[in-house]
């Protein structure tokens, strides 16, 4: 029997392990000088002016939302194809989760519906999902699937004729960049109001769990860090500290969002080799589509001309016009053969919750729906080996060839 090739596996060295033996060793565990220090050199990574460290991006989208002032009744735009977590921080608040599909060629918000949906909100027609008497539309939170980003400049346009504010959930970018209006390439993240990274412990830097809300305002920085600690006015680890003071005041009621310093003290050192595993990743990229290249029968991730990929995931599609197997068949078969894969994602449409909830339906969305039942996620990750990738390819190639229509 082969080794076991996990979907993924973190890659941490001496350097983590160090630091969070020496956060262990100096007796304080929570929120301190290590997850400041992973604040300030996450946002000069990101060239940005602030950064939050909290203990999930969930927790990122969540606060965001809350400082750029959600209300009930309120709509956002979010992709159906993406996980829970997107659109269930916008029920957080009672507001209504606008669903949007998906571009079949990169799996992004298609940017050209939200368009067509805004324009008939404003308009006062019906749109899937949403029931007349709501407040209007508040903000936009695209995905960039996979780590392929979305078409940040259109996305830059609607928000700006709309008002809207713009939340990105960068779950799968550390980094990733596109071109901007004037053709020059920037990070993934940067041209947000606040721009929301992940850290568990399957994304391009992990601390295990954690994420980080990234912005340009000062004020909404601050708001955010006050939400993640209970509302309280100050932070919290410095009550306890010799420079601190037992005083605190409460002055929202807030959450408890905050990172404690054993995740950030392997954070710290990830974002060191942030640089190296993108190299690495677009290398096993490359590699995987050399090996998958020539099997008739499946469609290969691809890479715009205007993007940059972070190859967070590595997505292929089965192609049912040349194939008679079903994507779960695919999935046993890479399981038999102990390969991990996975599946990303469920359209949200397609859950019980939004299909009581909001009525949807499989035809409100036919590109997601579509897509659905075509995609498997390989494993993807810097230290997958050449003999993993081709035993991933001839697994695909012999199983696919076997259920080739005649």
Not at 106 to 129: H, K, Q
Not at 191 to 199: N, T
Not at 270 to 297: P, S
Request: with cysteine; charged share 25%.
């Amino acid at each position: 029997m082969n080794d076991y090739i996990s979907f993924f596996k973190p890659t941490i060295g001496d350097e983590e392990i160090r630091d969070v033996t020496a956060c262990l060793k100096s007796g304080w565990l929570t929120t301190g000088k290590f997850a400041k220090q992973f604040e300030t050199d996450f946002a000069k990574y990101m060239g940005a002016e602030f950064a939050v460290a909290l203990s999930s991006c969930t927790a990122a989208l969540h606060l965001a939302l809350e400082a750029v002032g959600l209300q009930e009744g309120e709509l956002v735009l979010v992709p159906t194809l993406t996980f829970a977590a997107t659109a269930e921080v916008v029920r957080y608040f009672k507001a209504i989760p606008v669903l949007v599909d998906c571009n079949e060629s990169d799996f992004c918000m298609n940017m050209d519906e939200a368009e067509n949906i805004l324009e008939r909100i404003s308009r006062g027609d019906t749109v899937p999902g949403v029931k007349l008497g709501h407040k209007g539309v508040k903000a936009i939170i695209p995905v960039h699937y996979g780590g392929q980003a979305v078409d940040v400049v259109k996305c830059l346009e609607l928000c700006k004729k709309y008002n809207l504010k713009l939340v990105e959930d960068c779950a799968h970018c550390c980094p990733a960049y596109y071109k901007d209006a004037d053709g020059e390439w920037r990070m993934v993240g940067s041209s947000a109001d606040i721009a929301c990274y992940s850290f568990y412990a399957n994304k391009t830097i992990t601390t295990g769990e954690g994420g980080m809300a990234v912005t340009n305002d000062e004020a909404l920085a601050d708001r955010m860090r006050v939400m993640s600690l209970h509302g309280i006015s100050k932070d919290a680890w410095k009550r306890f500290s010799k420079e601190g003071s037992w005083y605190y005041e409460i002055v929202a009621p807030g959450f408890k969002y905050n990172m404690p310093d054993t995740a950030a003290a392997i954070g710290v050192n990830q974002l060191k080799k942030a640089e190296n595993f993108y190299k690495a990743r677009k290398e096993v990229a490359a590699k995987l589509t050399a090996a998958l290249a020539g099997i008739d029968g499946i469609t290969l991730p691809i890479e715009r001309e205007d993007a940059k990929h972070s190859w967070h995931l590595y997505v292929i599609r089965i192609n049912k016009n040349i194939c008679e197997i079903s994507r779960n068949t695919l999935i046993e078969k890479l399981t038999e053969a102990n390969i991990g894969s996975s599946v990303h994602y469920t359209p949200l449409h397609m859950h019980p919750y939004y299909i009581e909830k909001f009525d949807f339906k499989p035809s409100d969305f036919p590109v997601a729906t579509k897509l659905f039942h075509e995609i498997v996620s390989l494993p993807i990750y810097p230290t997958l080996t050449d003999d993993e990738i081709a035993r991933i390819a001839d697994t695909i190639k012999s199983t696919v060839n076997a259920y080739r229509k005649r």
